[in-house]
């Protein structure tokens, strides 16, 4: 690990002056951390943003739901206002990582998270996304890697609050140089076809702010699952996100999102618009998954993702039809 200097900015607008090149954000510090460690960064100044005040509220509008950056992932997940009316984020963040780990995460961190691909993780590898020629899990070992969006990168997104916020309409409030802009999170993931160095598109001295949630429309509902392989504290094999509107018993809008399948959270058009204008009964669940994993391409190890999230994505959205409220 290199030398750097440690900054503690009192307001957003010191953390922007103090950003730039060789520069790191540090919020929970669980992600970047490991990228110290693994020498995939070596800032010179890392810019605390725990000493800024007003970052790690949780509070729930008329507009909606506001989420500060530095609220942790344990906090968001007990939130009364979240469990009760955005039921798929709260067990989103509730089912990450471990108890420990939750309590020092933050929605922020969890978000602009770096890939946990083992080839990109090590040192050894210099892959397609460390500026080299070739993505080693395409022809090595990728039992855990994407079945969707991997021509170029096999990389899974890693966060779990980006498929529960970008199912339920999420966007965000990001202060930089230039000011305050606010960006949807629908498109604001950066797929490897469109730069292959980034998983994101917020700029070099920008920081989100804010993290917004609209309110429920009447008759949503929402639902998160999660399945992994020892069903601790690993990685996810598969998880859903699904978001229903429903009027006079039928799905007037479903919103549907894949995690651990794809370089991005993976919006499954296919599967919203099988299930628009039917009754949410084991038959539409059934033929949504089936829309869901249309077009995948598994690598020589993975083929056996497909099956599962095919599977999570029919008890999702059923799950999400049984609900009352979001």
């Known amino acids: 690990m290199n030398r750097f200097a440690w900054v503690n900015p009192g307001s957003v607008e010191e953390a922007v002056a103090a950003l730039g090149a060789r520069a790191a954000l540090k919020a929970g510090g669980v992600d970047l951390m490991d990228l110290l460690k693994e020498r995939l960064i070596a800032p010179e100044r890392l810019v605390n943003l725990r000493a800024i005040p007003g970052l790690d509220g949780i509070e729930e509008r008329a507009d909606g739901l506001h989420i500060g950056p530095l609220a942790t992932l344990a906090r968001l997940a007990e939130a009364q206002a979240v469990r009760l009316r955005y039921r798929a984020l709260a067990d989103a963040a509730g089912r990450a990582a471990t108890p420990q780990i939750r309590n020092v995460a933050t929605v922020g961190g969890n978000l602009l998270q770096r890939p946990r691909c083992w080839y990109f993780r090590s040192e050894d590898f210099l892959c397609k996304k460390k500026g080299g020629a070739r993505c080693f899990a395409q022809d090595g070992e990728n039992a855990y890697h994407a079945f969707l969006g991997n021509a170029v990168c096999a990389a899974v997104h890693p966060s779990a ?154 008890r999702t959205i059923l799950a999400a039809a049984q609900g009352s409220g979001t």
């Open 161 to 314: 609050m980006a498929v529960a916020l970008l199912a339920l309409g999420g966007k965000l409030r990001i202060v930089g140089p230039r000011g305050e802009r606010e960006a949807p999170l629908e498109g604001f993931f950066v797929t490897p076809e469109q730069d292959v160095l980034r998983e994101h598109a917020l700029g070099p001295q920008e920081i989100v702010t804010e993290v917004l949630v609209p309110p429920p429309a009447p008759g949503a509902s929402s639902a998160y699952l999660k399945q992994g392989e020892k069903e601790s504290y690993d990685w996810p094999l598969a998880e859903v996100a699904v978001l229903l509107e429903r009027e006079g018993g039928r799905c007037r809008r479903a919103s549907i999102v894949l995690g651990a399948a794809a370089p991005v959270p993976h919006r499954a058009r296919a599967a919203e618009a099988a299930l628009a204008g039917k009754a949410v009964d084991e038959a539409a669940a059934r033929a949504a998954a089936r829309a869901a994993v249309e077009g995948a391409t598994p690598l020589a190890d993975n083929g056996y993702k497909v099956t599962i999230a095919e599977v999570i994505v029919r």
